[in-house]
Structure formats: C-alpha cells, structure tokens
T-cell receptor
Framework: DAGVIQSPRHEVTEMGQEVTLRCKPISGHNSLFWYRQTMMRGLELLIYFNNNVPIDDSGMPEDRFSAKMPNASFSTLKIQPSEPRDSAVYFC???????????FGPGTRLTVT | KQEVTQIPAALSVPEGENLVLNCSFTDSAIYNLQWFRQDPGKGLTSLLLIQSSQREQTSGRLNASLDKSSGRSTLYIAASQPGDSATYLCAVRPNAGNNRKLIWGLGTSLAVNP
C-alpha cells in the first residue's frame, strides 16, 4: 500500500481564499484523523471519523473549518475563508479497527499570506 | 483535563550514548500510551504502544516503560546513532470505547552527533 496520501503537499494562498486539503487513507482503515501542527501549540486533533462518521470535532477551531468523509477512501478539510493564523502543517492519519496505531501522511504545509 | 508534558524539549548527545526521554501525564486513568518519531518535514511514525495493563514494550534498541500510578513514561534508546536524530512525541489515549482521541506532548527534539 502507498500509505496515507495527502494533497497538495504545499499550499500558499491569500487571506480570504478557500483552501481544500485532501486525504486518502490506507485501504481498509476505518478511522481517519485530521491534525494541525504548529511550533507554538504542537499537534492538535481537529476532527476524527470512524466508519465515515464524525466522532469528535471538538478540535475544529471555528466555523471556517469543515471536514467531510463521503466514502471510506477520501476525506477533505476545508477552510473558508482562510486567515494568516491558519498557517500550519496539516496531517491526516488513519488506523484500522481496534488497533490504535495511527499511520500518518506526509502533511500539507499551508501558508496564508 | 489530561495534559501531557515532555522534558527536555531538546537534547543533544554524542553517538553511542544511551539516553532516556521523558513523558508525564496528569491523569493516571489512561487506556494506552504511544511513542512516535517525526523526521523534519515529514509525518509521524508510531514506534511503540503500551497498553494500560503493560509495564513496557521493546523494539530493537528502543524500550518504552509505563508507570501509570506516577503518570510517567520513558523512552530508552540504547547505543544512539545519528539516524536516531528526530523529534520524539508521546501521546496518551484517555478512554476506551469509541473515542480514539489522543492527547499529545510537544515532543523532544533529539540530535545525535557523530
């Protein structure tokens, strides 16, 4: 398997623009996690899906952020409108069944100017 | 509220040294604890997972221990190598059941010098 795939790897956008980050989990995995990592705050869980259903979205910072998982092989994280403070590395991770080991994608580095 | 702390934030050692990374958590009622490695510009890789009923886990030169009552875990790296240079993060899963949310430390940045 190719592992968790994220796109784009880098995104530079202007404040106010819509940003969509994409994730393809490992085939067969049924849990998917979206994280944000910054130097100041470390790794933060934004939202977590189990069997395509959002289980915990308490980490989503505000209404500008939304996430979807229309099927088991694809998820998106959207920021609209984007702000400079959203600049961070966004990671997607997946896991299988009752096994807690999470497999991380390479991340998307987002810069909002 | 569960909080995870890692000390030190950064560590620099000569090659070959045995070293210990520390992780502490405020609530001893955890389901499991994991150690991850992150290389610069890359995602995280799971190294070791310790269930709450276990005391330690080993993989090659890595050994992770867990003392729930004192809220501590250590990652022991034997005979360190330059390739071990990375950031090491620990994460606690507070609950069993459907919620798999992890609480993360900020990590220890390790540099092993040749």
């Amino acid at each position: 398997d190719a592992g968790v795939i994220q796109s784009p790897r880098h995104e530079v956008t202007e404040m106010g623009q819509e940003v969509t980050l994409r994730c393809k989990p490992i085939s067969g995995h049924n849990s998917l996690f979206w994280y944000r990592q910054t130097m100041m705050r470390g790794l933060e869980l934004l939202i977590y899906f189990n069997n395509n259903v959002p289980i915990d979205d308490s980490g989503m910072p505000e209404d500008r952020f939304s996430a979807k998982m229309p099927n088991a092989s694809f998820s998106t994280l959207k920021i609209q409108p984007s702000e400079p403070r959203d600049s961070a590395v966004y990671f997607c991770a997946s896991s299988f069944g009752e096994i807690d080991e999470q497999y991380f994608g390479p991340g998307t580095r987002l810069t909002v100017t | 509220k569960q909080e995870v702390t890692q000390i030190p934030a950064a560590l620099s050692v000569p090659e070959g040294e045995n070293l210990v990374l520390n992780c502490s958590f405020t609530d001893s009622a955890i389901y499991n604890l994991q150690w991850f490695r992150q290389d610069p510009g890359k995602g995280l890789t799971s190294l070791l997972l310790i269930q709450s009923s276990q005391r330690e886990q080993t993989s090659g030169r890595l050994n992770a221990s867990l003392d729930k009552s004192s809220g501590r875990s250590t990652l022991y790296i034997a005979a360190s190598q330059p390739g071990d240079s990375a950031t090491y993060l620990c994460a606690v899963r507070p609950n069993a059941g459907n919620n798999r949310k992890l609480i993360w430390g900020l990590g220890t940045s390790l540099a092993v010098n040749p």
